[in-house]
C-alpha cells in the first residue's frame, strides 16, 4: 500500500496574540524541552480545523485536536516545524483510528490522470517541509502579526501543492495532486485553515 503524501503551500502561519498562552512554570518548561544546542524551545499544540462552508480539509466532528489526547501529537519541534499525528486504538488489524482529518477531492480544476483518491479520504499526519522558493522562519520565531509561506506533507497517499492568493501565488487554495515527487495527477481546490494554539 502506498502511502500518501500531501504538500501544501500557505499563508495562514500568523501568530496572533489571542494564540500565545503562558504558564507560571513556562520558563522551566523550556528550559527541559531545549536540550540540544542551536534548537528552539518544543511547542506544544491544541489544534482547530475550520470547518467552514466549501473546505476541502475539514475535521472529523470531534473538536480541537490536543495534543497528548486521543491519540494526537501536535507539537511544534525544536527545529521550528509543526508536526500533527493522529493514531489509533488497538493492535494489527483490529486497531482503529481515534481522530483523523477528512480531505475531499471532489472539486478538480484539471485532471490528468484519475488518481488513487476516493474524493473523500482521510489525513492522519501533517509536517512542514522547505519550500525552495521561500524563507523558512521557524514557527517559535514569527514575531506577533507575521506571517510567511509554508510547505505541509501530509499522509494518506498523493502529494498535494496548495498555493493561496497572496505572495506565495496568485492561484488561490489550487493543489497539484502527485505520486510522492513523481506523476502529476493534477490540479484541484482545496481551500482550509488551522489554528495553532499553545498549550
Keep these: 500500500m502506498n502511502a500518501l503524501l500531501l504538500i501544501f503551500v500557505i499563508t495562514s502561519c500568523t501568530k496572533k496574540t489571542n494564540e500565545i498562552t503562558t504558564t507560571a512554570n513556562s520558563e522551566e518548561v523550556t528550559v527541559a524541552k531545549t536540550s540540544k544546542p542551536n534548537t528552539l524551545p518544543e511547542v506544544s499544540l491544541n489544534v482547530t480545523v475550520r470547518d467552514a462552508a466549501g473546505d476541502k480539509i475539514t475535521s472529523d466532528g470531534g473538536g480541537s485536536y490536543i495534543s497528548g489526547s486521543q491519540s494526537v501529537s501536535a507539537i511544534i519541534d525544536q527545529y521550528g516545524n509543526f508536526i500533527f499525528s493522529c493514531g489509533t486504538s488497538g493492535h494489527g488489524p483490529s486497531a482503529t483510528l481515534v481522530r483523523w482529518l477528512n480531505i475531499n477531492f471532489d472539486s478538480p480544476i484539471q485532471v490528468f490522470i484519475n488518481p488513487p483518491v476516493t474524493g473523500n479520504d482521510k ?48 492561484n488561490s487554495n489550487v493543489c497539484a495532486l502527485r505520486n510522492g515527487p513523481g506523476t502529476l495527477y493534477g490540479y484541484y481546490n482545496l481551500p482550509f485553515a488551522l489554528t495553532l494554539t499553545k498549550q
Design 123 to 170: 489525513v492522519t499526519a501533517i509536517t512542514t517541509i522547505a519550500v525552495a522558493a521561500f524563507t523558512f522562519i521557524p514557527l517559535q520565531n514569527l514575531v506577533v502579526g507575521q506571517s510567511e509561506c509554508v510547505g505541509l506533507t501530509g499522509g494518506s497517499g498523493a502529494e498535494w501543492t496548495v498555493t493561496p492568493v497572496g505572495s506565495c501565488s496568485p
